[in-house]
């Protein structure tokens, strides 16, 4: 075996191993064990690095080491299915295990902090160590992901992260909020799951493999050509199925409700789970497909998905006022975006916004949950103010990341958040009916570098708000510390860099990034010139797109200062020339919780279960169940005149009785003792036998 | 002397009659004596016939096989009598036990 693959195996092993043994010897290791899952998670760490040089060292679009083992063969059968279970390790996973495994390894490191002083001592903390596990857990479960190389072993690792995703949201289970938050999740994300699952199983179905090597070489050979499934052609509702699992996910339009809520749990969780990894692992899904949709021709609903969840969700942003639920929305917004650059064809500028994304969502979260901790726990924007001199890293730490996500040039998002622009802009001069999704995207641009000033203003500038933000204290050091790691990861250096041996000639040109060259879309036959058209195209939208992308930003970083900033401008007197209805629908977030509760489930689903449950009552229980106890009451009865009449009366008083008290009556004066009968009887018997012997 | 060769069915005939006699006894007699008796019967015929086929071995007289009949109706004698002092031992025991040697009395093999 491949050293390379005993390191990928090892990286969600050794979270894995943590996991079970928290969960048995937990509470009585030493500082309840937090320190046995941090460390598992930095050992992943150091070999996803090993990984990630081996792959750097053979700088190759194609590298790619994978390893499969036989789980079921059913070709002993005749029967063409096979179930492997292997791991792939390309650029595409080399890069995520860095990323995933770099997250979690400081998001740990920053809980430790955190929820150590959330619950008292560790000595007396009530469920820190679940905490871990559960943690624990669910990165074994994102990295086992990450190295799948096939859809079945990603779909129980992606169903583990959803349990984990259950049980983190709903951590603090004395709060109800938690509760339903954590319930509103698992079964939103339920609804997404039976998609996919319904993906998997006709991919199964047509190709007897899961394997994505498998389903690429299909498509180009050609199997789904004339392949239909209910008169719709197979790639596209395989495509349609395992979308709809990353919408579920990823929390994209329809199904995003799920993700502000989440933000009840622990804000490390939400810096992990609902930010950096799992969400992104949606992402991440539809990267690994790409071929699959691209053939299907799903593309055109995933950019409108896209696009739609990125702008909306950034206009929610706008209006919170919790500093959780700005970062929640900014993060709907952020998949979304991803999403439309993937649904605009171009696969690895979404990757490359999930890496970058990644890294700066993770550091935004975790320097709120910094705040938040500075604060007491108060949550609520209105009531802070005047922290950047009492945060001394922390202010600065999300201040980076605050430039990144909003598209400041030399930092990470400005580079892939301009290549999307780009790519949206060429795809729309080339398919000009597509034109509002140029705009979803450059809206979303400025929005974002509004909202996320705006949290800023908010938060650091301006003087104190309440007493806590007066008394505010920087964190430990195992707080600050993950923050500055990833904030200098932000900085636009470290992913366009150039490798090629041109120095660094292109911080401003986020043309030359290496996760963009190290990914270049699998191979789709046929699909050759759409794909050059738009790179053609997107090359000459850059510089426009870029230029349109820095007047966005500055011109929302430009509104945020004015408004939060120097208060020249009242946001309460521009508020009020929205139109009411608008108010009314972003206060409600476009009626979807009560769209989905109110008509769906009270509507739809009640009434439908309220008739199932009377089918159930009436015709199942009353006419099928007692209507065959009557039968069977009527067959009861005749069996039982039949045991009297016939088993009783007949076979064993008359057969049963008589018989035997002849028999026994003849037979008994044979054995009455006395010897003479006995030897008359054999000497009858002796001559019978002399008898017969001439006979037989 | 008789050729017992040539008058071998008289013999058999005789041992017959012997033998029905003495299972006919042995059988019907109520008395234990009785059927001791007959027993004693049946013995005879059978010792009667070893020696009514020892004729039919003549021809083998070379070959020392011409004592063979007699030698079994000799040891059929002593069994006899070994029997006959077994058996009247039993009709004593039965005897001393309930005063009755009547065989329909003794029933203990009852099932």
Redesign the interface.
């Known amino acids: 075996m491949d050293s390379l693959i005993l390191y990928a195996l090892l990286i969600p092993a050794l979270p894995l191993a943590a996991y079970f043994i928290l969960c048995v010897v937990g509470n009585r290791l030493p500082r309840q064990g937090d320190w046995l899952s941090t460390g598992a998670i930095f050992t992943s760490f150091l070999c996803a690095v090993r990984i990630f040089f081996e792959m750097w060292s053979n700088f190759s679009p194609d590298w790619v080491v994978q390893q499969s083992w036989t789980w079921m063969d059913l070709s002993t059968l005749n029967i063409p299915w096979k179930l492997d279970l292997g791991v792939r390790l390309d650029n595409l996973s080399a890069t995520m295990l860095v990323m995933v495994t770099l997250c979690a390894a400081l998001i740990h490191l920053f809980s430790i902090g955190y929820m150590r002083d959330h619950h008292g001592k560790p000595e007396d903390g009530y469920r820190y160590t679940s905490f871990f596990s559960y943690l624990s857990l669910f990165t074994a479960a994102m990295l086992g992901l990450v190295i799948s190389d096939n859809l079945f072993s990603l779909f129980m690792c992606w169903e583990v992260m959803g349990l984990c995703s259950y049980l983190l949201i709903g951590f603090y289970r004395h709060k109800p909020s938690a509760a339903n938050a954590s319930l509103k999740a698992f079964m939103t994300t339920r609804v997404g799951d039976l998609g996919l699952f319904i993906g998997l199983l006709a991919i199964f179905a047509l190709l007897g493999s899961f394997r994505f090597e498998d389903l690429y070489n299909a498509i180009n050979s050609g199997v789904f050509t004339n392949e239909q499934i209910l008169g719709i052609p197979a790639a596209f509702l395989i495509g349609l199925g395992i979308f709809i699992g990353t919408v579920g996910k990823s929390a994209q339009f329809p199904l995003q409700i799920w993700l502000p809520d989440a933000m009840e749990g622990p804000t490390p969780v939400s810096a992990l789970i609902h930010a950096a990894t799992m969400v992104s692992a949606g992402i991440y899904l539809i990267i690994r497909v790409f071929p699959l949709l691209e053939y299907g021709g799903v593309l055109t609903i995933v950019a409108y998905v896209g696009g739609i969840t990125c702008f909306f969700a950034a206009i929610l942003a706008i209006k919170q006022n919790d500093i959780k639920k700005v970062l929640a929305y900014s993060t709907l917004s952020q998949l979304g975006y991803m999403v439309l650059v993937l649904g605009v064809g171009s696969y690895s500028t979404s990757f490359f916004h999930l890496i970058t994304h990644a890294v700066f969502k993770a550091c935004l979260f975790m320097a709120s949950g910094a705040v938040i901790f500075a604060m007491h726990h108060e949550q609520d924007m209105r009531e802070m103010g005047g922290l950047k001199k009492h945060l001394k890293f922390t202010f600065p730490a999300m201040l980076i990341t605050t430039m990144a996500i909003s598209g400041v040039p030399g930092f990470s998002g400005f580079a892939s958040k301009d290549k999307i622009l780009a790519y949206v802009w060429g795809y729309v001069h080339l398919h000009p009916q597509h034109a509002l999704l140029a705009f979803f995207a450059y809206a979303t641009a400025g929005l974002t570098a509004f909202y996320m000033f705006r949290l800023i203003f908010m938060t650091f500038w301006g003087a104190p708000r309440s007493k806590h933000a007066e008394h505010a204290h920087e964190v430990t050091w195992n707080m600050w510390l993950p923050l500055a790691i990833l904030a200098a990861l932000s900085f636009c250096v470290v992913y366009t860099g150039s490798v090629t041996g041109f120095g660094f000639d292109s911080i401003f040109g986020a043309a030359n990034n290496w996760i963009t060259k190290l990914n270049p879309a699998p191979l789709v036959v046929g699909a050759e010139a759409a794909r050059q058209a738009l790179e053609e195209a997107a090359h000459h939208a850059h510089y426009p797109a870029m230029i349109a992308s820095l007047i966005l930003a500055s011109g929302g970083i430009f509104f945020a200062y004015l408004m939060y900033g120097s208060r020249r401008l009242s946001a309460e007197k521009l508020s009020k020339k929205w139109p009411n209805f608008v108010h009314k629908a972003i206060d409600n977030l476009y009626y979807f919780d009560w769209f989905y509760i109110k008509v769906l489930i009270q509507k739809l689903f009640l009434p439908f279960s309220d008739k199932s449950a009377k089918v159930d009552n009436v015709l199942l229980d009353r006419v099928l169940v007692d209507g065959w106890k009557d039968v069977t009451m009527v067959g009861q009865k005749a069996s039982g005149i039949f045991d009297d009449m016939v088993v009783d009366g007949v076979m064993v008083d008359g057969v049963g009785g008589m018989l035997p008290t002849a028999l026994g009556n003849s037979l008994r004066s044979l054995q009455n003792g006395k010897v003479q009968r006995y030897l008359m009887v054999a000497v009858v018997a002796l001559m019978l036998l002399f008898l017969f012997r001439g006979v037989v | 002397m008789m050729n017992l060769a040539s008058n071998l069915p008289a013999f058999l005939a005789f041992s017959f009659l012997l033998f029905s006699f003495g ?1 006919v006894a ?3 007699r109520k008395s234990a004596i009785g ?1 001791f008796m007959g027993v004693e019967l049946m013995l005879n015929a059978a010792a009667l016939n070893f020696v009514a086929f020892q004729t039919l071995r003549r021809g083998v007289v070379e070959n020392g096989h011409w004592l063979h009949g007699h030698i079994f109706s000799l040891f059929v004698i002593i069994l006899a009598a070994i029997e006959a002092a077994v058996a009247l031992a039993i009709v004593l025991r039965i005897f001393g036990n309930r005063q009755t040697i009547d ?2 009395r ?6």
């Open positions: 299972i042995a059988l019907s059927v065989m329909d003794a029933t203990e093999l009852k099932g």
